[in-house]
């Protein structure tokens, strides 16, 4: 069956809203699986910074999750497919760039640590993704995203969610898998 995007952002938000672990990497893994989420595709800007935040709430992050979603979805819905190729920014940082500010409520006219912090992130992860290099791969750049969030969260605000050793378990559906150069990459799978 084929899925709108508008389709597919309410499809996340039901999943997501059923999800209880404080594990975002299981959490998006889970409905990664779903059959209306692509190898590739732009549904990844908003699930990946979706099952950040739904983690978060779970572990004891302040966030009215109703509100938090909406505002995600009004800031990735405009993001175009392959912006990792054509714009030199991933839109699974950019998801969870966008998740650290509606978090900490910042705007481009925010002046405090926050508005640095949330540059710091995703200025931190791009790096990391600079030295893999590519073919894109919206599983990778979620797995890094993601994870590089948990350890920014834990790092500077103290709050801890679950977050386990990371294997791809999509290696087969991807025809660009970089194999032993991604961090992830699963050889039990292939």
């Not at 990497?25 to 732009?42: L, Q, T, V």
């Not at 572990?59 to 819905?77: C, F, M, Q, V, Y």
């Not at 995703?122 to 590089?148: D, E, Y």
């Not at 999509?170 to 032993?180: G, H, L, R, V």
């Amino acid at each position: 069956m084929e899925y709108t995007l508008e389709e597919k952002y309410k499809l996340i938000k039901e999943d997501i809203l059923k999800q209880t672990s404080k594990n975002p990497i299981e959490i998006a893994k889970c409905i990664m699986h779903k059959d209306y989420i692509n190898i590739h595709g732009p549904e990844h800007h908003y699930l990946d910074g979706a099952s950040f935040m739904i983690a978060y709430k779970n572990a004891g992050g302040n966030i009215d999750i109703e509100k938090g979603l909406e505002a995600l979805k009004e800031r990735t819905i405009k993001m175009p497919g392959a912006m990792c190729g054509y714009w030199g920014m991933c839109g699974s940082t950019a998801s969870l760039g966008a998740v650290l500010s509606i978090i900490h409520e910042v705007g481009p006219l925010t002046d405090n640590h926050y508005y640095s912090d949330d540059m710091e992130y995703t200025s931190s992860v791009i790096s990391k993704m600079s030295k893999i290099g590519g073919p894109r791969c919206c599983k990778r750049n979620a797995f890094l995203s993601i994870s590089t969030a948990v350890e920014h969260i834990k790092n500077k605000y103290d709050i801890e969610m679950e977050l386990n050793k990371i294997k791809c378990e999509f290696t087969n559906y991807n025809k660009q898998c970089i194999k032993d150069r991604c961090p992830f990459f699963n050889k039990s799978c292939f």
